[in-house]
């Protein structure tokens, strides 16, 4: 499959040459190699630049999670700033966590903090896009494909609908993994069919990218598919009898594979370490909601899975109606039948959507046209070339379906290791993303090399787009023939609105005539034509673009154009069926001023902040509040915004909180409640009965099991007593309370005086030796505690906080948190790093060389 590729030293090769006047041969290489590019990376800067003009103009996205991530960071930041410490805890949500999975910084990181910041020469959101294209771009060089036919490939990788979903909701992470995502897979490619040092330098530098991108979720799925392409290669050294030969490979592969993850071994190890105490470790108690006894649990990881019928949507954007947000139109029939009603301007207020997800964002649209040419590619790619792509969509297709292939996910829970550590099944479609464009550059290369005899591409052609035009022209004819459009859902949602309409305004007598039923069912009607009419016209319009994509190829075959008019034609089809798509859900009206993003306080925030006392909590109830991280911007929450959380606390949600219990609202020093006021504007609301910072007890009351520990949290008066689990206990079992002669003149009083993140000072006196519970989440992997200076033990108290053994006397406590054995963990990370840098450095001289001799 090799052409002329832009190989990575061919830049200084051509700049040597530069130099050397009377290189007949220079023009040649102007053509086939520099014009392509400069072509390639001009044409992705003006994609993505007018794409997001008004970036350029100062205006910003309002991306959910970026406004979330900054709520759950600030404390972080704040403390950076004033003190230049990295704390490596948040104390500003869920009571307090580890930062390993929200901000920590990683100065060993050198190929993260050098390499990786050449993406910072544009900002984002256009960067996105634009490195998102010459990724997949340099990728295709790597596999063979001619840049003139990357550009093809590389404006559907970018385009794809996805990426427009979640840079606007402001996944930026999942979106950096994306973006390295293909050269990774590049450098897997070129180790096991290229120059394998090279190849292992490639893979190692961008592997080492693709995990400091830090979503373990999309690295996890192209490993998948890195895995088939390997299974691949082992099947066909085995039939071509060079075994030894894959071997080395291999080892190389691996070894490339154990650098990357050394260069990221101190976030890695620390997140690996932190994961097994959080929800996607799994539970202590009997499986909840969220969480089973080894991972999530099956109903909560499955509950964005794609419907089975929903995958029709990879080809017709709106085949299901499109986002949960888009409403009926209102001329639509739906407007039409609740107007009659009176009920104008209802059908602005119910879901188009009507797929199997609690709700979406968008499609995964991947483009007709490239949908068109993988399946061309299907045709026409060399078997070696295109099983084991095939292979890899057809198992993230089954695994996206979910629940809806319930079978096939369990076995996957059960026999895939770390499977079940991610929910959102539906992303392993991001892989499939990835696979249609590279299966389309794959058949065009053949048109490209002219390999392929015209009575075969023309039946190739014939085939593809008789399956890819052919199913858009039957949902469009006759699409109401094979669903419902969620009209048996609509009709009982329906029902249950007009009864509630009819009780609210003593209509009984409609409800006793059954028209509640009777205008339900027409409602409903109404909604599946429209639906039906979103997803005839889209597939109208992809039947449009396959022709267009299908009619050049056509006309390549047919010897009427030349293939560089080919790949420019379809370049334009790539750009008229995505972008207008994309647009749908990501357009320039959704840009706003920086000012406006910017999360405020309220009255009742800044009426908070009044209270200067150290260490109070607030419950923020005017908001989702365990699913919100603005209450963080500006005080210690109880509550917050992770998929991440301590899995203690997330037993303590589920089983209290939830409930605004006030026991535990006490223990966790909870003293301010916003609420709904007037005009449903924030109010702040002062609760006296918080146990404050810390506190005294005078007994302990062990669970036998965590299950009975929690349970006793309902039933013991925490202000006093102490909740703790055996093995905890031993700390204090020597303990007990009432008088010992001590010095009763003192009174036991213990204070906040003192706090960071990571650091808290108590002043405390005690007559005699007491136990103190401190309103702190327990987290034994880098809290130490000091009594005076000297180190003293600490154990768990009520489930998840802190507890101390303390003497008696005036005596000064400090808490410290500090990432476990950081300096050994560091230095395996550098070393990594180091030796991915070097290894970089020397297969670019030995390309070098060697091009030059």
């Not at 909840?288 to 954007?317: C, H, M, Q, R, V």
């Not at 209102?330 to 188009?352: C, F, I, K, M, S």
């Not at 207008?580 to 306080?601: C, I, M, N, W, Y």
């Not at 990432?819 to 990594?832: D, I, R």
């Amino acid at each position: 499959m090799r052409d002329s590729a832009l190989a990575p030293s061919d830049v200084l090769v051509l700049f040597v040459n530069w130099l050397r006047p009377g290189k007949m041969e220079f023009s040649n290489t102007i053509r086939s190699k520099l014009l392509p590019t400069a072509t390639a990376l001009v044409l992705f800067f003006v994609v993505s630049a007018l794409y997001f003009a008004p970036q350029f103009r100062g205006e910003v996205l309002p991306q959910h999670d970026v406004i979330q991530y900054e709520g759950m960071a600030k404390d972080i930041s704040d403390m950076r700033a004033a003190t230049g410490e990295d704390p490596q805890w948040t104390g500003g949500m869920f009571g307090g966590m580890p930062a390993y999975l929200i901000n920590v910084a990683y100065p060993a990181q050198l190929v993260k903090r050098t390499v990786g910041q050449l993406v910072k020469i544009m900002d984002t959101p256009a960067a996105f896009l634009f490195f998102a294209m010459v990724s997949m771009w340099l990728m295709l060089l790597v596999f063979g494909v001619n840049p003139w036919v990357g550009i093809v490939a590389a404006l559907a990788y970018g385009l794809s609908t996805y990426f427009l979903l979640i840079i606007g909701a402001g996944h930026v992470t999942k979106m950096w993994a994306l973006v390295y995502a293909p050269l990774m897979m590049g450098g897997a490619w070129m180790t096991l069919r290229g120059n394998i040092w090279c190849g292992a330098a490639l893979t190692a530098l961008t592997a080492s990218l693709e995990i400091g991108a830090n979503h373990p979720q999309i690295t996890y799925y192209f490993l998948v598919a890195m895995a088939a392409f390997w299974v691949s290669e082992g099947i066909v050294s085995f039939r071509e009898k060079r075994m030894k030969n894959f071997a080395l490979r291999t080892a190389a592969l691996a070894a490339a594979g154990i650098l990357a993850v050394g260069s990221n071994f101190s976030s890695l190890w620390y997140t690996a370490k932190h994961s097994k105490e959080t929800i996607r470790g799994g539970s202590e108690l009997a499986a909840t909601a969220e969480t089973s006894k080894s991972g999530l649990a099956l109903d909560y990881a499955t509950a964005w899975s794609y419907g089975k019928a929903e995958t029709f949507n990879l080809l017709i954007p709106d085949f299901m109606g499109r986002e949960s947000a888009t409403t009926f139109p209102a001329d639509g029939e739906t407007a039409a039948v609740l107007n009659e009603y009176g009920l104008r301007g209802a059908a602005q207020q119910l879901p188009a959507y009507w797929g199997t997800q609690p709700y979406t964002g968008g499609p995964t649209y991947l483009g007709a046209a490239a949908v068109f040419l993988a399946a061309l590619g299907i045709a026409l790619a060399r078997g070696r070339n295109k099983w084991w792509i095939i292979a890899a969509c057809v198992v993230m297709i089954l695994l996206a379906w979910g629940r809806n292939l319930m079978g096939f996910t369990e076995f996957a829970f059960k026999y895939l290791p770390g499977y079940n550590k991610f929910r959102t099944v539906s992303m392993t479609l991001v892989v499939v993303q990835w696979a249609v464009p590279l299966l389309g550059a794959l058949a065009l290369m053949r048109l490209w090399k002219e390999e392929i005899p015209r009575e075969r591409l023309m039946r190739a052609l014939a085939w593809a787009a008789g399956v890819t035009g052919g199913l858009c022209l039957l949902l469009a004819v006759a699409g109401g023939a094979f669903f419902d459009f969620g009209r048996g859902e609509s009709a009982a949602m329906m029902t249950d609105t007009f009864r509630h309409i009819f009780e609210s305004n003593n209509m009984q007598s409609y409800i006793d005539r059954g028209m509640d039923v009777e205008w339900a069912e027409a409602t409903a009607d109404a909604m599946a034509a429209d639906r039906a009419a979103m997803m005839q016209a889209d597939a109208w319009r992809s039947l449009l673009m396959i022709l267009l994509a299908a009619g050049g190829v056509a006309l390549f075959a047919l010897r009427k154009i030349n293939k560089y008019v080919l790949t420019g034609l379809l370049a334009g089809v790539m750009l008229l069926d995505l972008v207008p798509v994309d647009l749908r859900f990501l357009g320039h009206d959704k840009f706003e001023s920086a000012r406006r993003r910017q999360v405020t306080a309220s009255a009742a925030d800044k009426a908070i902040m009044q209270d200067k006392d150290l260490g109070y909590r607030v419950l923020n109830l005017t908001v989702s509040p365990f699913n919100d991280a603005t209450t963080s911007y500006f005080h210690r929450s109880v509550g917050g915004y992770h998929g991440a959380k301590l899995a203690r606390y997330q037993d303590l949600i589920d089983r209290y909180l939830s409930n605004i219990d006030d026991g535990v609202l006490d223990m966790l020093n909870t003293r301010y409640l916003i609420v709904p006021g007037q005009d449903n504007q924030p109010e702040p609301r002062l609760r006296t009965t918080a146990n404050g910072a810390a506190w005294f007890v005078d007994r302990l009351v062990a669970g036998e099991t965590p299950q009975q520990e929690i349970d006793l949290l309902g039933t013991t008066d925490l202000k006093t007593t102490a909740v703790v689990n055996p093995r905890d206990k031993a700390f204090a079992e020597e303990w007990q309370a009432g008088s010992t002669g001590a010095d009763t003149a003192l009174v036991r009083s213990i204070a906040l005086t003192e706090y960071r993140p990571n650091y808290l000072k108590y002043e405390y006196t005690a007559p005699e030796e007491a136990v103190a519970v401190f309103s702190e989440i327990f987290y034994d992997h880098g809290w130490t505690a000091c009594v005076d200076g000297e180190e003293m033990p600490c154990f768990r108290a009520d489930y998840v906080l802190r507890a101390m053994k303390l003497p008696a006397g005036k005596h000064t406590v400090e808490w410290r948190f500090r990432a476990p054995s950081w300096t050994a963990v560091e230095g395996v990370t550098l070393t990594a790093s180091l030796a991915i840098l070097l290894g970089a450095v020397a297969a670019l001289v030995y390309c070098f060389r060697k091009k030059k001799a």
